[in-house]
């Protein structure tokens, strides 16, 4: 049911890319390619000559390899290691694959040191292991599962480099994506997928974002921009000189948030920047009352909230959309109208005194089933069996349905649809005009430009920068968040380019230096 | 509409194929092994049947499910939090004994007498069971490690205590607390040839409060979603830690019960003869009953007719240790088809969501009809 009349042809030496909103079936399709599930019809030809690929093997022998969006690397084991694990035959495991590990890195410039330990490597050094493994077992053929999800514009950049590497060799890359702008510039043919099935195959010089993004949804493609101010001068949230310490598994205390002050007001939208792991996390759980800082002051609405219960907070006016839905937000084996009361279950109309008022969540859970658009055949079927983005529409739609004052949302839209995204958008902004103060983290820094009225850029726990979205570039913030610039970002209008290029440089320098020390 | 009303039935029919297919494997199983002791299966489940169904034997049955019963209630507290109290053996035991200790120093009229031995064996048991819960919050030790170990310190601290000079009188060979006075006996239901003890009202009625505390309660939603996810609970407000610590209390209370039934109504005193291993008996109960009060009850009362029935096997030349191994079987049937067939229903579920989305999205039509 998933997919139906795919019609997909990937010339040999290019990147092809493979676009389509979320639940499109993309995936699906990706693993009929791989293997890993098998097609009710129709043929898969490569080569010239007709396959059928019954399992990952199959595919592996065949010289397809597959790139996860989730990255299967063991730790504790050096590169070297997690190469030849489950590909011993083919090169041992010493120095003949050693050196046939420098050949395939050197040959397609991936820079991979053979002898460091994964746990020491960032998102980007891990990818380019991922694809190594792939490259090691011999693929042709390479598939590439939304590779730039976890990366920040330059590391995108180095990616995109090392598949036109691959392309030159004459490698095929097929690279799966729903962020338009990449998938212009580093495909050379494009098929968008809708509703499971394929509905355009278009060169990238003959399209623009639109267009591309209205044969995704067959709607307009919508924007995250927010021009009129709504900003007011009453503070609705405010941080002063916050610090949590943490004891990592060395037992080492180190700060993972230190010295963060800011206010939101009411009608703001403050954005936080940031590579993933450096205290975004952490600072909306010491937000929320789940973690406990060790210094500072965290008032809401006038009222000192630093050391009320999370539940205290929550029925004070925070509404939390988490960065993972399904650790956080929801309740997967348990149907939507439960889903609907956590979070609030002291809060009408979930419960009348000590006592849950279950007929009631169920009708408002029905509303917002309506209103919010959450695609599912009733309320009674477990969130675990929404897509992704239906659940998030779900979490968003709750969280919206008491009244926040302060909404703090942690990539709001991620894994959803552009459709779904608008309306989250939407949501946000209309929230906003009515005097929401909004904690808005993101790594999608179109999103967090266009959103926010107000950026700043976190750094290993430090707010380490500021910048006007109604002039900064992706790039410019991008530089900030590896930690080459600090302060006020001004937006240059010229020489910005080369700026970036040596903050690209001087972050993998750093990460490196720091990961060992 | 009606999409949501085939989801429940088809719940329902999930909910009742476990069990079913459970025992059936399990009768399948035993008929071979007994098959394999060179006796002939259908005999023996027709002597069950037959002398099960005798009335001293329903009245036998009926009492012996009732600490069953409460047993399996303890356990399920723990378990719809995701924690197994292993311990309500020795929770019931320890609560029991100081009971008995408290009742038979008391000479109060019934009405004051009895709840106070009841609140003291509740508050026993939670305190021994809150030991564990604290364990767990303050250092991290597993409840399951903690609860076996008190089970073990609990008998000691028993079998120390019970003893003539102590807190104990000899009669005979047997060793007990002092009896309690008549005010303290239970009523019962008179029941040919033999009464119903009365604290199956109690066991009822706790079976009802453990339904509406946990489904039409704050704290029974706040309980159940540590169950299901202890991270979503902390971000939804819930103190994770608190509620171990209250959901070990609640449970070791109910185990405090436990003993009440044999106590008050055929015993009057703790001694050495004082049942044990009801506790154990629980888990497998709670297990079978999907901590469900009604599974719970119907689970109760099976095993009871199996404890029953086991003996009238030995007459007919059966080995008695065949109800043992039908138990055991089943158990283990119990948890394997219930994952077995959970999995089936989500994977369902989640396959006819889709199917219905696609032919929404191929009508075109946003009408939603359910």
């Known amino acids: 049911m998933a997919n139906h009349d795919i019609h997909l042809s990937v010339r040999r030496g290019t990147v092809h890319a493979l676009c389509g909103e979320n639940g499109a079936g993309k995936s699906t399709l990706m693993k009929i390619l791989y293997g890993m599930q098998k097609p009710d019809e129709g043929t898969i030809t490569l080569d010239g000559e007709q396959v059928s690929l019954h399992s990952p093997a199959d595919a592996i022998a065949r010289g397809i390899g597959m790139v996860h969006q989730h990255f299967m690397l063991a730790d504790y084991l050096t590169v070297l290691e997690n190469v030849v694990l489950g590909a011993e035959k083919l090169h041992g495991i010493g120095d003949k694959a050693r050196a046939k590990i420098k050949e395939i890195s050197d040959a397609y410039g991936l820079g991979v040191r053979p002898d460091v330990l994964v746990e020491d490597l960032g998102v980007a050094d891990r990818q380019r292991v991922e694809i190594l493994k792939v490259l090691y077992r011999g693929a042709r053929t390479l598939i590439l599962d939304e590779p730039t999800a976890v990366l920040v514009p330059q590391e995108v950049d180095a990616l995109f480099d090392n598949l036109r590497e691959l392309k030159a060799e004459g490698l095929t890359v097929i690279f799966i994506s729903h962020k338009l702008g990449e998938v212009l510039s580093v495909a050379d043919d494009i098929t968008v997928i809708r509703r499971g099935t394929t509905v355009a195959s278009v060169a990238p010089s003959e399209t623009t974002p639109k267009q591309l993004a209205e044969l995704m949804v067959g709607s307009e493609l919508p924007s995250p921009e927010t021009r009129e101010s709504t900003v007011t001068d009453t503070p609705m949230l405010n941080v002063e000189g916050l610090r949590l310490s943490a004891t990592d598994p060395d037992g080492v205390v180190r700060a993972v948030l230190d010295g963060i002050t800011f206010t939101i007001h009411k009608g703001e939208v403050l954005g936080l920047a940031g590579v993933e792991g450096n205290g975004q996390a952490e600072l909306v759980e010491a937000i929320m009352g789940m973690r406990t800082p060790s210094e500072g002051v965290v008032t809401l609405d006038g009222a000192d909230i630093t050391q009320a219960p999370t539940r205290k907070r929550r029925e004070g006016g925070i509404g939390y959309i988490p960065e993972d839905r399904h650790r956080h937000g929801l309740l997967l084996e348990a149907p939507l109208w439960e889903n609907r009361i956590l979070g609030h279950v002291t809060e009408k109309p979930n419960s009348k005194g000590g006592l849950l008022d279950n007929k009631a969540a169920r009708v408002d859970t029905e509303r917002i089933v309506r209103e919010y658009d959450v695609r599912t055949p009733g309320i009674e079927v477990t969130a675990a069996s929404l897509s992704g983005g239906n659940q998030q529409k779900l979490i968003v739609g709750r969280e919206m349905s008491h009244q926040p004052k302060l909404l703090i949302a942690a990539h709001p839209t991620r894994g959803v649809d552009v459709g779904a995204q608008a309306q989250i958008w939407d949501q946000i902004r209309e929230a906003r005009h009515e005097g929401l103060a909004v904690l808005l983290i993101s790594a999608d820094l179109d999103e967090l430009i266009g959103l926010s009225d107000t950026l700043r850029v976190m750094f290993r726990g430090r707010l380490v920068a500021d910048a006007d979205p109604a002039t900064i570039t992706p790039e410019e913030l991008g530089s900030a968040m590896t930690g080459a610039a600090t302060g006020h970002l001004e937006h240059v209008e010229d020489g910005g380019d080369a700026a970036t290029d040596t903050a690209a440089d001087s972050n993998d320098t750093e990460r490196e230096g720091g990961d060992s020390a | ?370």
Not at chain 2, 24 to 48: C, K, N, Q, R, W
């Open chain 2, 1 to 370: 509409m009606s999409l949501t009303k085939k989801f429940d039935k088809d719940k329902l029919i999930l909910g009742f194929a476990a069990p079913a297919l459970a025992i059936l494997a399990a009768l399948v199983i035993t008929s071979l092994i007994i098959l394999a002791t060179g006796s002939d299966p259908f005999h023996a489940y027709e002597v069950m049947v037959d002398f099960g169904s005798k009335s001293d034997s329903q009245v036998w049955i009926v009492n012996k499910a009732t600490p069953y019963y409460l047993s399996a209630l303890a356990v399920a507290i723990g378990f719809r939090m995701n924690l197994f109290n292993i311990g309500v053996d020795g929770q019931y035991r320890i609560a029991a004994f100081f009971a008995a200790v408290v009742g038979g120093a008391l000479t109060l009229p019934g009405i004051i007498q009895i709840p106070v031995m009841i609140l003291v064996a509740m508050i026993v048991g939670a305190m021994w069971a809150g030991i564990a819960g604290l364990l767990k919050t303050t250092r991290g030790v597993s409840e399951v490690i903690s609860t076996i170990m008190l089970n073990a310190i609990g008998a000691s601290l028993i079998g120390y205590l019970l003893q003539d000079g102590r807190l104990a009188e000899k009669e005979g060979n047997l060793i007990h607390t002092p009896y309690l006075p008549d005010s303290a006996h239970f009523f019962e239901i008179p029941t040919v040839p033999k009464p119903i003890y009365g604290f199956v009202v109690i066991a009822a009625l706790a079976g009802a409060v453990y339904w509406f505390g946990l489904n039409r309660t704050r704290f029974g939603f706040d309980l159940r979603t540590v169950g299901r996810s202890e991270s979503a609970a902390q971000a939804s407000g819930v103190n994770v830690k608190r509620m171990v610590i209250t959901s070990m209390v609640l449970s070791g209370a109910m185990a405090g019960l436990v003993g009440m039934p044999t106590l008050l109504g055929v015993s009057y005193n703790y001694g050495t003869d004082f049942p044990t291993g009801i506790g154990f008996t629980g888990i497998a109960i709670a297990l079978l009953g999907r901590n469900h009060p009604i599974g719970m009850a119907l689970g109760a009362l099976l095993w009871g007719f199996l404890d029953r029935t086991g003996t009238q096997l030995e007459f007919e030349g059966y080995a008695q240790e065949i109800v043992g191994v039908i138990q055991g079987v089943i158990v283990l049937c119990v948890v394997i088809a219930y994952e077995v067939v959970r999995r089936y229903g989500l994977k369902m579920q989640q396959r006819k969501v889709g199917e219905e989305l696609a032919a929404q999205a191929k009508s075109d039509k946003a009408e939603v009809s359910a």
